[in-house]
């Protein structure tokens, strides 16, 4: 799948792969993401391995400049959907349409399994973010608090 963008290159989209897995991990360092390259190799090739989830990296000039990651769930009380588990683009390309390319790749993916809901959680402190996704179509639910435990 390939894209013109606002830029000098062309975009094209392509499923993930473990060889990508330095570049994804930059891009996550650049929203504060302490993962390694190690942990990204195992984390993609268990998304690579689910039929719940894929992972999609978007590309000029053969440089990885996105990743999104989409994933089907379901809850109780509110049936299935899917969400967008990530999505970093390049600081250097902001604007260009590339964090649109990625979210019609994860929409066309969760229309191919007749899911109706696309959603994403954003942190509150990413406020350019959350521009981006009213721009995209998204519409704000709700705000929430996130709570983890080791277990």
């Not at 000098?8 to 650049?30: C, F, Q």
Request: proline letters at 1%; hydrophobic letters at 45%; a positive charge.
């Amino acid at each position: 799948m390939k894209f013109n963008v606002q830029m000098s290159g062309t975009i094209y989209i392509r499923h993930i792969s473990v060889k990508d897995a330095v570049p994804v991990t930059a891009l996550s360092l650049e929203l504060g993401y302490t993962m390694t390259v190690s942990e990204t190799i195992a984390n993609i090739a268990t998304v690579d391995k689910s039929i719940c989830d894929v992972a999609y990296v978007a590309v000029l000039d053969e440089v990885v400049v996105g990743w999104i990651h989409v994933f089907y769930t379901i809850r109780l009380e509110t049936g299935p959907f899917c969400e967008i588990g990530g999505l970093v683009v390049s600081r250097n390309i902001h604007g260009k349409g590339v964090g649109r390319l990625l979210v019609e790749k994860a929409r066309k993916w969760a229309a191919e399994r007749n899911i109706s809901k696309l959603r994403v959680r954003c942190n509150v402190i990413r406020a350019g973010a959350h521009e981006f996704y009213l721009k995209s179509g998204f519409t704000e639910n709700k705000q929430q608090k996130v709570f983890e435990c080791v277990v």
